[in-house]
């Protein structure tokens, strides 16, 4: 990983892209998926889809999903 110095203004999301590798990484998505199957013919986001938007929310420090 290189790390550069910047002047801009530092936010909350700037490690999210790592934290969510580092999950992907370890093959999580793939076991939530093989463990709760697939979801209904309608539906468009797989279980792992779920647990990741959620996690994401949690981890850039959100309180609620909508």
Known sequence: MKITY?????NSFGGINFADKI??????YDTIDQTLGIRGVKAQYSYSDLFRSY???VLCGGECAE
């Open 23 to 28: 999950i992907r990484e370890a093959s999580i």
């Open 55 to 57: 996690l994401m929310l």
């Open 6 to 10: 910047s002047s801009d203004t530092i």
